[in-house]
């Protein structure tokens, strides 16, 4: 999967800059479910990550600074 | 450095044979979607946690969580709603799988993996400012 090829790039980056390791550990360990996974997603896991990423629109991190 | 190689390891080794019956194609829309999730959500909040010092030294990656963050006619942000676009085409395709839908899926996957690749060419621009 190429994009995970950069990924020793941007972590060694991004923590050492930020002091963001947690958050970028957690970063990693989601990529790790996704390319772990080996079958379709049943209703319930498609209804629970569509509600999960309309739920992360209501996040202030995710609101335009600008109008 | 030693931990996040191993990790690495882990995320570059984990890729799993499809279970019989499962279209690769959907399941590859799923990981992206996925991947895309994790990518936008982890990138908007570390623009956001470091919201001053981004705009001051990475100007291109406050603008990038900017598109990213920018609402469509329905308020949703753009990066998220370029993943529930992506699974509204999934599911149409999963319903019938047609050439017109399997062209479409194709094309959508397409755009948000290169969204996802620009997320992550901005968090490698995270530099501290010298």
């Not at chain 1, 002091?19 to 772990?36: E, F, I, N, P, Q």
């Not at chain 2, 959508?108 to 060419?121: G, H, M, P, T």
């Amino acid at each position: 999967m190429p994009l995970l090829l950069s990924l020793p790039t941007i972590l060694s980056a991004a923590k050492e800059v930020f002091g963001v390791g947690a958050t970028l550990y957690a970063y990693v360990g989601k990529l790790r479910d996704a390319a772990r996974q080996n079958a379709e997603w049943t209703d319930a896991q498609d209804a629970a990550f569509a509600e999960q990423v309309r739920q992360a629109g209501l996040d202030p991190a995710w609101q335009p600074r600008s109008r | 450095m030693k931990h996040l190689l191993a990790l690495l390891c882990l995320v570059l080794t984990g890729c799993a044979t499809l279970q019989p019956g499962a279209d690769p194609l959907v399941v590859r829309c799923q990981q992206a979607e996925a991947t895309a999730f994790a990518t936008f959500d982890t990138f908007v909040h570390l623009v956001a946690d470091h919201e001053t010092k981004v705009r001051a030294t990475v100007p291109a990656a406050y603008t990038f969580a900017e598109w990213l963050r920018a609402k469509g006619p329905d308020g949703t942000p753009r990066g998220l709603a370029m993943i529930s676009s992506l699974g509204n085409v999934r599911r149409a395709y999963a319903a019938s799988r047609t050439p017109e839908h399997k062209a479409s899926l194709v094309s959508a996957l397409a755009a948000l993996q290169a969204a996802v690749a620009e997320s992550q060419r901005h968090l490698t621009a995270l530099q501290p400012a010298r």
